[in-house]
């Protein structure tokens, strides 16, 4: 299973960046997807989160200006991000909890903790 983002980039403040997530793979199951960003010299931090049946849940500094959303039938993950500001700078992470599939040979994995590569977003004039 990969999760591999997209849509990154330099904005400047008070702009909007769509990031996009897909989860490969033959996926029988997905639960929660989330975000996280991480800032040189800052913990990883969650930013927003959604589950399976659309409950949501965001940091409050991020609260009213992003949002998470999810196409369940295409295993992906959106983050529409306005009113950014430079704190939001940091390289953003495509999160799920948990996620099963099913391999070539018919056996049933689950796989936790997954992580995607990462892209950056930076917030600046």
């Known amino acids: 299973v990969q999760l591999v983002e997209s849509g990154g980039g330099l904005v400047q403040p008070g702009g909007s960046l769509r990031l996009s997530c897909s989860a490969s793979?033959?996926?029988?199951?997905?639960?929660?997807m989330a975000w996280y960003r991480q800032s040189p010299g800052k913990q990883r931090e969650l930013v927003a989160s959604?589950?399976?049946?659309?409950?949501?849940k965001y940091i409050d500094s991020v609260k009213g200006r992003f949002t998470i959303s999810r196409d369940n039938a295409k295993n992906t993950t959106d983050l529409l991000m306005d009113s950014l500001k430079p704190e939001d700078t940091a390289v953003y992470y495509c999160?799920?909890?948990?996620?099963?599939?099913?391999?070539?040979?018919?056996?049933?994995?689950?796989?936790?903790?997954?992580w995607g590569q990462g892209t950056q977003v930076n917030v600046s004039s």
């Open positions: 959604i589950t399976k049946d659309g409950s949501v």
């Open positions: 793979g033959s996926i029988l199951k997905l639960d929660t």
């Open positions: 999160y799920v909890d948990r996620v099963v599939v099913t391999l070539d040979d018919s056996r049933i994995i689950t796989f936790v903790d997954r």
